[in-house]
């Protein structure tokens, strides 16, 4: 991933834009990662994986709790003080 400090990227936005079509890149601002610029079209397809890991996650949620696996905020608290 090609990076940039960030006068550079503001510097040349343009160009940036263009790069950012074809692979992300990296924006330093004093020697730290603080963005990384992708394609829209990137973005939608992360977007898209975020919610599906959600959803998957919601699911094994929802069936545990069909299963009566819950349990209740005072349990949950004392088993914790246990461990401590």
């Known amino acids: 991933m090609e990076v940039l400090n960030a006068s550079d ?23 730290k990662p603080v963005a990384v610029m992708v394609s829209a079209k990137e973005y939608e397809q992360l977007q898209a994986l975020q919610e599906a890991a959600l959803k998957v996650e919601i699911d094994a949620g929802l069936e545990d709790i069909k299963q009566g696996n819950i349990s209740d905020g005072h349990n949950v608290i004392n088993r914790l003080r246990q461990r401590l």
């Open 9 to 31: 990227a503001k510097r040349e936005f343009g160009e940036l834009l263009l790069k950012a079509q074809s692979a992300p890149v990296g924006i330093n601002k004093n020697g």
